[in-house]
């Protein structure tokens, strides 16, 4: 008999920046093990081709325009996903932007609200809508948000970014305490280096890829499905008891 933990059915997960990339692969999976999924992006075309690929799946898509890092845009694209879905059992805070500045002396005050604008403050509308809506209508939840690496080792050029990443593992570790006695769990994913269109500038630049492919002890980029795994056990009942961690998926190259 097949193991049943990892069965979405009757379950409705949420993905920010589900429209590709890491999002996207999270989402296959999601929709692929059962679960209704609503997908938040700013890409009107994006998100069409999205939904129709996770239709596939033969499950209910509901794909949205949100910026993240408006508040009234992310408290209406949440209530809109509770009317139509009926609820939200998982909600994962992927959407961001990358950051790189010329170097840290000329970061402009622009470029680091820029940034944190969707990684930071998209993140805390999000997480908290969702916290709300666990909360209010019981049964506990899964809160999930995609940090990165750059969290845990030093980006040069890149404090914003890496700012942006760090605080949301530590908003994970204390919404862990805070919510558990409603059920709800909360944990961070740090994904390495994932072919997205994020990273495609870099992944096309020779001196870059003949320098950091051969830091990866798996020998190749990873993809948005490998993400897809993991996603479907934080949504599941599988991860019940599973909660403030921080997940690495990276094929090793943080070890190495």
Same mark, same amino acid.
């Given at each position: 008999?097949?193991?049943?933990?990892?069965?979405?059915?009757?379950?409705?997960?949420?993905?920010?920046?589900?429209?590709?990339?890491?999002?996207?692969?999270?989402?296959?999976?999601? +929709? *692929? &093990?059962?679960?209704?999924?609503?997908?938040? /992006?700013?890409?009107?075309?994006?998100?069409?081709?999205?939904? !129709? $690929? @996770?239709?596939?799946?033969g499950t209910t898509v509901l794909?949205?325009?949100?910026?993240?890092?408006?508040?009234?845009?992310?408290?209406?694209?949440?209530?809109?996903?509770?009317?139509?879905?009926?609820?939200?059992?998982?909600?994962?805070?992927?959407?961001?932007?990358?950051?790189?500045?010329?170097?840290?002396?000329?970061?402009?005050?622009?470029?680091?609200?820029?940034?944190?604008?969707?990684?930071?403050?998209?993140?805390?509308?999000?997480?908290? +809508? *969702? &916290?709300?809506?666990?909360?209010?209508?019981? /049964?506990?939840?899964?809160?999930?948000?995609?940090?990165?690496? !750059? $969290? @845990?080792?030093?980006?040069?050029?890149?404090?914003?970014?890496?700012?942006?990443?760090?605080?949301?593992?530590?908003?994970?570790?204390?919404?862990?305490?805070?919510?558990?006695?409603?059920?709800?769990?909360?944990?961070?994913?740090?994904?390495?280096?994932?072919?997205?269109?994020?990273?495609?500038?870099?992944f096309n630049w020779d001196r870059?890829?003949?320098?950091?492919?051969?830091?990866?002890?798996?020998?190749?980029?990873?993809?948005?499905?490998?993400?897809?795994?993991?996603?479907?056990?934080?949504?599941?009942?599988?991860?019940?008891?599973?909660?403030?961690?921080?997940?690495?998926?990276?094929?090793?190259?943080?070890?190495?």
């Amino acid at each position: 008999m097949a193991y049943t933990g990892f069965d979405l059915s009757g379950k409705t997960a949420l993905v920010t920046g589900g429209n590709s990339g890491i999002g996207l692969g999270m989402a296959e999976a999601l +929709a *692929a &093990a059962g679960a209704q999924v609503s997908i938040w /992006g700013r890409s009107e075309e994006k998100n069409r081709a999205a939904r !129709a $690929a @996770l239709e596939r799946y033969g499950t209910t898509v509901l794909a949205l325009e949100c910026d993240v890092g408006d508040e009234g845009e992310v408290e209406r694209s949440f209530s809109r996903v509770v009317s139509e879905l009926g609820r939200v059992d998982a909600c994962f805070a992927n959407a961001g932007v990358a950051g790189l500045a010329p170097s840290f002396v000329e970061l402009t005050t622009e470029e680091w609200h820029r940034v944190l604008r969707i990684n930071l403050d998209g993140v805390f509308f999000t997480l908290r +809508a *969702a &916290a709300r809506h666990m909360i209010e209508r019981g /049964g506990g939840g899964s809160l999930v948000v995609t940090s990165s690496l !750059a $969290a @845990l080792e030093g980006q040069a050029r890149g404090e914003h970014y890496a700012a942006s990443k760090g605080a949301v593992i530590s908003m994970v570790k204390a919404l862990a305490v805070e919510l558990a006695r409603y059920g709800i769990r909360a944990n961070a994913v740090l994904p390495g280096w994932i072919e997205s269109p994020m990273t495609e500038p870099v992944f096309n630049w020779d001196r870059f890829r003949d320098k950091v492919l051969p830091r990866i002890p798996a020998r190749r980029w990873g993809l948005p499905s490998d993400l897809g795994g993991l996603a479907v056990y934080l949504a599941s009942d599988a991860s019940a008891y599973h909660t403030g961690d921080t997940l690495i998926v990276d094929g090793g190259y943080s070890i190495f």
